[in-house]
């Protein structure tokens, strides 16, 4: 009879071993699940940000229009004056009256990231500050210039510096 009640409890014991593997599978899929949504919901909202803030600026910008705003405002801010233009050409790029539907035009779902939009989504940044000093690079340029006759080159050097 020894034997018998063993036998018993070996099958109890993988019994027990099944049922915990089979709750350990529910709590790795349900931390998954926590872990993508928690992820793609701080990337939205991330993103959110970005847009919502290019609206803003985008509409003071346009209504006003002051020297220097760009600037002034990434310092007030603490972000980068390519990255508040880049937020401003999200916006533009996807208007719309607010962000849910802006998002419901964007390629990829919960795939999309901040890094996707600006790399594949949005032209090459061209800040005010950058687009400054490739003026003043091209004036410069056009006043070292003068006095001498003009080529192809010149020409396509300043070209170069204003595209």
């Known amino acids: 009879m020894t034997v018998a009640v063993a036998d018993v ?25 926590i872990l993508v949504e928690r992820q793609f919901n701080a990337r939205y909202e991330y993103m959110a940000s970005r847009w919502e803030v290019g609206q803003l600026v985008s509409g003071f910008y346009e209504a006003y229009k002051r020297d220097g705003m760009f600037a002034n405002l990434s310092e007030q801010l ?5 990255e ?11 208007p ?17 990231s901040w890094n996707k939009v600006k790399t594949d989504l ?9 687009r400054r000093r490739d003026i003043e690079g091209a004036i410069k340029y056009c006043c070292n ?3 001498k006759e003009w080529t192809k080159g010149d020409a396509d050097q300043v070209v170069e510096y204003l595209t």
């Open 84 to 94: 508040l233009y880049r937020c401003v050409q999200f916006y533009k790029k996807f």
């Open 96 to 112: 719309a009256l607010d962000w849910d539907s802006a998002m419901r035009s964007l390629p990829e779902g919960k795939n999309l």
């Open 9 to 33: 409890s070996a099958v109890a014991d993988v019994s027990l071993y099944s049922d915990s593997e089979s709750k350990f599978e529910d709590l790795v899929d349900q931390c998954k699940t």
């Open 122 to 130: 949005l032209p090459e940044s061209t800040s005010p500050q950058k």
């Open 145 to 147: 210039c003068i006095g």
């Open 78 to 82: 603490g972000i980068g004056e390519s």
